[in-house]
């Protein structure tokens, strides 16, 4: 009964064999083995995008920084919305990797920014002057941290008013495939369609051992991101290992499978919560998190059963007979009796 984070779970068994099968001989080193350069073509094929550079890394963090970094110098400005993950919860490595760029919040309910949210941001703190910075990147999360998906339709508007003001756009897709799989449209539809330039693929959360990819749409860039990884210490020297990772993932589909079960038992969990005295659901549920705010008689039962979830936001404090908001997020290896047991235990 762990809701605590899709982070939590194992390795799906797919992988941990294409692992294993990838851990014979010796290869290249460095990316130029024929795993790794196999996965990339995987991924300009799923993208639609024959021409894109295609670049691996092990965590999230490494992805967005160095994503953002090819995006805004040391002087720019980066909007994002204040929940997003490189705003709450990276250290401050996109400041760091862009050297000094500074981030610029972009308010919006359920973790999505609007057009308008957006033009408004860009009026009141988008002053290009050098009292005030460049105005130099979008990041958008999808899914957000509320698990809430962009449409291609809200993607695209959201891109035109960033590329409008000369802004690149960039997108944290962590759980990337949790949002295809819940909109059910293509990769490249959601990306550079609509007007991504860089996306954060991340296959980690979704049944992965550790492997994001970063997708250029641009070719032109590829070189500068290459120095920047080395430079950043993120190169890995034995990369078939993630290049296995994200072949596997990647075959038959299994990325879009495991994503449509966790989203699933999202949906289940939230269905069953919904019915239980003085619970509510705080945020319709798109991917593969539920946010709900219970009794605390509720809070402390489930804590006493063992079922591990986040209160919602983390700064909250759970106070004697109050409601307490809490965040519950589905794996691909969260199983129907997992879900049952916890809401048996609830009920």
């Known amino acids: ?25 010796h290869v290249p080193s460095y990316g130029q083995d024929s795993v790794t350069l196999a996965a990339q073509d995987r991924l300009r094929g799923l993208f639609d ?30 909007f994002c919305h204040p929940d997003a993950h490189v705003q709450t919860s990276e250290t401050g490595a996109p400041e760091f990797f862009t050297a000094g760029a500074k981030l610029v919040p972009v ?32 990041t958008l999360t999808n899914a957000t941290e509320w698990g809430t998906v962009y449409s291609p339709a809200e993607v695209e508007a959201l891109t035109a008013v960033a590329h ?12 990337f495939a949790n949002a295809l799989a819940a909109l059910d449209v293509s990769p490249a539809d959601l990306t550079w369609r609509a007007g991504v330039d860089i996306l954060s693929l991340g296959g980690t959360k979704n049944g992965c051992m550790a492997v994001e990819a970063v997708l250029i749409f641009d070719p032109a860039r590829s070189e500068e991101f290459e120095f920047r990884r080395k430079r950043a210490g993120a190169l890995i020297s034995k990369h078939r290992y993630l290049g296995a990772q994200m072949l596997a993932w990647l075959e038959g589909d299994l990325w879009l499978d495991l994503a449509r079960h966790a989203n699933a038992m999202a949906s289940e969990l939230a269905l069953g919560l919904a019915r239980l005295p003085g619970v509510s659901i705080d945020q319709r549920v798109e991917s593969n998190a539920v946010f709900a705010t219970i009794p605390a008689e509720l809070h402390d039962r489930a804590r006493a059963s063992g ?39 609830l009920a």
């Open 1 to 25: 009964m762990n809701f605590a984070s899709d982070n939590a779970g194992g390795v799906h068994p797919r992988i941990m064999a294409a692992l294993a099968a990838a851990n014979e001989g």
């Open 49 to 78: 995008a024959p021409d894109a550079a295609v670049h691996f890394v092990t965590t999230g963090t490494a992805a967005n920084a160095l994503a953002l970094s090819m995006l805004s110098p040391g002087w720019g400005k980066i």
């Open 107 to 138: 308010p919006g309910t359920g973790g999505k920014m609007t057009p308008e949210s957006l033009s408004e941001a860009l009026h009141v703190h988008g002053r290009d002057a050098v009292h005030a910075g460049e105005n130099a990147a979008l």
């Open 164 to 175: 409008a003001k000369g802004l690149g756009v960039h997108m944290d897709g962590a759980r």
């Open 307 to 345: 079922i591990a979830y986040h209160l919602w936001p983390h700064t909250q404090s759970a106070l004697a007979d109050e409601p307490v908001s809490i965040r519950l997020v589905c794996g691909w290896d969260t199983r129907p009796e997992d879900v049952s047991a916890a809401l048996q235990v």
